[in-house]
T-cell receptor, first 117, second 112 residues
């Protein structure tokens, strides 16, 4: 069975602080994909990143960076120099590469990030 | 222009009523999904259709009936609405072997 754990329910920071969101996953698949989605107060789900299980290279996109550690089954997300617009719920998700799963995403419970000015 | 569009955005109704939510995608994807987000923000898959065929049904009450007239559309019909059905329902689409799921903007269903 697949499982995604986001242990942090809510993180509050002051603008310009860095914030790291933890994501730990469980899967028996050897090939899988990991995702992060952002859900701002307006409610839509915004795709941020997809990472293949066979690619452990870390990625940076602007103020966002992701640290994938297969050895610890973690896929953590850091926002550098946070801004008020980063306030949102962030979801980590896991998807099997097996066609049997039909692309189903298993989501974590989400972490609410609150950035105050 | 919208990739995955669902209507309506808000739906307020009385217990016992029947309602439908419509979803359309113009991405040419072959798989579509319905997800439910509860009041604690937890997202859980309900159904998945691949090329108009039901593939995943995650023990959803049979008051919920998805219908896929073609691979670009996946509608959700709910009979005899209950208070516990209040949630946000998201439609999504993907290629099975593709990059990820693209979500609609959600339908906030409130059952009074």
């Amino acid at each position: 069975a697949q499982k995604v754990t986001q242990a942090q329910t809510e993180i509050s920071v002051v603008e310009k602080e860095d914030v790291t969101l933890d994501c730990v996953y469980e899967t028996r698949d050897t090939t899988y994909y990991l995702f992060w989605y952002k859900q701002p107060p307006s409610g839509e789900l915004v795709f941020l990143i997809r990472r293949n299980s066979f690619d452990e290279q870390n990625e940076i996109s602007g103020r966002y960076s992701w640290n994938f550690q297969k050895s610890t089954s973690s896929f953590n997300f850091t926002i550098t120099a946070s801004q008020v617009v980063d306030s949102a719920v962030y979801f980590c998700a896991l998807r099997s590469a097996s066609t049997d799963s039909w692309g189903k995403l298993q989501f974590g419970a989400g972490t609410q990030v609150v950035v105050t000015p | 222009d919208t990739a995955v569009s669902q209507t309506p955005k808000y739906l307020v109704t009385q217990m016992g009523n029947d309602k439908s939510i419509k979803c359309e995608q113009n991405l040419g994807h072959d798989t579509m999904y319905w997800y439910k987000q509860d009041s604690k923000k937890f997202l859980k898959i309900m159904f998945s259709y691949n090329n108009k065929e039901l593939i995943i049904n995650e023990t959803v009450p049979n008051r919920f009936s998805p219908k896929s007239p073609d691979k670009a559309h996946l509608n959700l019909h709910i009979n005899s609405l209950e208070l516990g059905d209040s949630a946000v329902y998201f439609c999504a689409s993907s290629q099975v072997t593709g990059r990820g799921l693209f979500f609609g903007s959600g339908t906030q269903l409130s059952v009074l």
